[in-house]
């Protein structure tokens, strides 16, 4: 066991005028299975690349372990993943690596083929036995569900459960429930460490919203209360004047301006005194709310279609280039039907979301789709997007003020709106494709795998929104607590 001590760390992007982290201090334990979350944007991966010495920064931070860093760049995927093992590390028992495959059941024979040739799950499985290979290091492993299913994300939290020391960035809360025992978060001001899983953090979170935000409320009530009191002591500090020099001149005598500055001025200052009360009041509490998220409701415009169903499928195979890619699917879409497609990585999940967008695929079978249907669609990929948010808009046919709108919702800020999207962090950009997508009055949705890079509480809020509006849509998602909560439907291929 070693301690990585971090203090007074302060970062910034070169030619950023805001700082990522500001007097940022924490300990943590080499031997703790540390789960890290945060709003998108707010440096996590960046975090991970300061403990590997990528970036300068003022502050400290003092260990006595090693880090390494998950994904590895791959620098030719076409050589055998044996090959590729070998350079990312030499110096190893070949049982070991055997073992650890076993453990993620993965078949040694993909060691005989070329890494380029392996799906993103296989790859990702074979790159984090590769990692826990290495003894005496403090493990980063950034965002491995991406590239994993429903089964391959069960394998891999079973895996991290028996292991120690690392720390696993991931927006998948129930694969975070499985495999860590505390949680590192960045909030808004800081950066906090509590033991436990994502579920016990998640409620002393709210715990602490609750306490923030009705100290905030008491705060507001002080604040009127010392106003109103304020107003009335600067209220009373003008009668008296007006008094004393009302009564002197009825008698006809000159004033004393003397006594009466003398009282005013008394008066002024008790009401200065109480105004000052009143602003250090606000300086005092100024600091509550500095971690409470925005969980702001969002709105959407779903439209009824004319009938009842929107698509009826029957016995339907898809080809590519003659070759299979899923078969004997059979299922209907219902108006207010939300209906997830689940199925191992290859299963055909993502062309069958394709056809039903009307791309042109060979099948066989029955596949029937309602006419005039307005869709919306969703895509896996955001490679596409790049030029900034305004023109984006103009390009998609959405309403620039309402995509904003619901961009800032999902905590965007208003700096970021002038940036390019291609400069964007991954969860970002998908939330780009989200707010457009919910921009677009449809009537039907078509989401492949939405939630790729987004940090959990929005997704909590695409929850709410699913839940409340309660649109058709279809989709493809391996976060299992989010399939769970929204699906009506499931349809397995």
């Not at 927006?171 to 800081?190: G, M, P, Q």
């Not at 109103?228 to 004393?256: C, F, I, M, Y």
């Not at 995509?403 to 970021?416: A, H, P």
């Not at 795998?449 to 058709?472: A, C, G, H, K, W």
Request: aromatic fraction near 10%.
């Amino acid at each position: 066991m070693s301690l990585i001590q971090v203090s007074n760390l302060t970062f910034a992007y070169e030619g950023s005028y805001d700082n990522i982290f500001e007097n940022v201090s924490f300990q943590i334990d080499s031997n703790w299975k540390l789960g890290f979350t945060g709003r998108n944007g707010r440096g996590k991966t960046t975090f991970l690349q300061l403990l590997l010495g990528k970036y300068e920064y003022s502050g400290t931070i003092s260990s006595n372990v090693e880090f390494e860093y998950f994904p590895y760049p791959i620098k030719d995927a076409s050589k055998q993943t044996i090959d590729i093992v070998d350079e990312l590390f030499p110096d190893y028992e070949y049982w070991q690596l055997s073992r650890e495959l076993s453990l993620l059941q993965v078949g040694e024979e993909l060691l005989y083929r070329p890494f380029a040739s392996l799906s993103g799950g296989e790859q990702c499985k074979i790159m984090l036995a590769t990692l826990f290979l290495k003894e005496h290091q403090f493990l980063l492993i950034d965002e491995p569900t991406n590239h994993l299913d429903v089964e391959g994300r069960e394998i891999v939290s079973q895996y991290l459960k028996r292991k120690k020391g690392f720390i696993l960035v991931s927006h998948d809360r129930a694969f975070l429930d499985e495999c860590v025992d505390h949680i590192l978060s960045i909030n808004k001001t800081n950066i906090e460490v509590r033991r436990g899983n994502f579920s016990s953090w998640w409620e002393d979170k709210q715990r602490q919203d609750q306490f923030e935000l009705a100290e905030n409320e008491k705060l507001k009530k002080d604040i009127k209360r010392l106003d109103e009191a304020s107003k009335r002591t600067s209220q009373w500090s003008h009668e008296v004047e007006k008094t004393k020099n009302a009564g002197k001149q009825a008698s006809g005598l000159k004033p004393d301006k003397g006594y009466v500055g003398h009282k005013a001025a008394k008066m002024m200052k008790r009401s200065k005194v109480l105004e000052q009360r009143q602003h250090s009041a606000i300086e005092e509490k100024s600091k509550l709310l500095k971690n409470i998220e925005s969980n702001v409701p969002i709105k959407m415009t779903p439209l009824d279609y004319y009938k009842a169903q929107l698509a009826e499928l029957r016995g339907l195979s898809i080809y590519i280039d003659d070759r299979q890619i899923c078969s004997d699917v059979s299922f209907t879409i219902e108006q207010g039907d939300r209906i997830a497609i689940t199925g191992k990585n290859g299963s055909g999940k993502s062309t069958l979301l394709r056809l039903l967008c009307g791309e042109q695929f060979s099948y066989t079978g029955t596949f029937l789709l309602g006419s005039q249907l307005e869709i919306s669609y969703v895509s896996q990929l955001t490679s596409h997007l790049s030029g900034n948010l305004k023109d984006y808009a103009r390009e998609q046919g959405i309403d620039e003020a309402l995509f904003k709108s619901l961009l800032r919702k999902l905590d965007f800020s208003r700096e970021q709106f002038e940036k390019d999207i291609s400069a964007f962090s991954g969860g970002q950009k998908k939330k780009v494709l989200i707010a457009k997508s919910i921009c677009e009055p449809a009537h039907l949705y078509i989401w492949d795998e939405p939630l790729n890079f987004i940090d959990v509480i929005s997704r909590m809020q695409i929850e709410e929104l699913l839940l409340e509006y309660e649109p058709t849509i279809i989709f493809v998602e391996h976060d299992r607590m989010f399939a769970e909560k929204i699906a009506t439907k499931m349809v397995s291929l």
